[in-house]
């Protein structure tokens, strides 16, 4: 189904996660940036030991590296494919964030970062069967990958909170 007679709701949905990813990519990526300006000022041999994994110091300040950086390109990828194809339905995508939140610790940050995409998860199972209700087999497709992509996200929030010895954020 590649008409303009796509359900407003479906639109309004896709939306949403247009707005959900671009959030989490500009989130993702200043938390990145605040990580990289606390790391500069670690000792660097402590730095390069970690730099490729984990990094961290003798001081309670520990970040995740370059994950966060990956995982805002790969949210961007969305954003852009999403936005294609609420065009290609004969809809205007939005261009608005949805409200980005940084946190105050690298654990506060990781535990709010969890929790988006635990909630994109759910979001992106809605549309995956909104567009299985309309039978438009493109949108599923599109969105069954894109969801693969944010529970491989959420596993790796959750591994980066147990190594750094926080529990899982409580599900909502």
């Known amino acids: 189904m590649d008409s303009k007679a796509s359900a407003p709701s479906l639109i309004d949905l896709i939306n949403q996660a247009i707005a959900r990813e671009l959030q989490v990519s500009i989130q993702y990526m200043f938390q990145h940036s605040l990580g990289t300006a606390v790391s ?5 041999d402590a730095l390069a030991a970690r730099q490729s994994k984990f990094v961290g110091s003798h001081s ?4 995740p590296g370059t994950t966060l950086r990956k995982i805002a390109i790969t949210e961007m990828r969305h954003a852009e494919a999403m936005a294609e194809r609420v065009s290609q339905l004969g809809a205007e995508p939005t261009t608005q964030p ?3 939140t940084l ?3 690298p654990t506060d940050m990781l535990r709010i970062d969890q929790a988006e995409e635990r909630s994109a998860v759910a979001l992106y199972r809605q549309i995956v069967e ?3 209700q309309e039978g438009d087999r493109v949108t599923e497709s599109m969105f069954r990958r894109i969801l ?4 491989k996200h ?9 190594q750094a010895g926080a529990g899982p954020a409580p599900a909502a």
Request: charged share 15%; net charge negative; glycine share 10%.
């Open 40 to 44: 500069v000022q670690m000792q660097a």
């Open 60 to 63: 309670s300040i520990w970040l």
């Open 98 to 100: 949805a409200p980005i």
């Open 103 to 105: 946190g105050h610790t």
């Open 130 to 132: 909104a567009a299985a």
């Open 148 to 151: 693969a992509d944010e529970e």
């Open 154 to 162: 959420l596993r790796t929030f959750s591994g980066l909170l147990g």
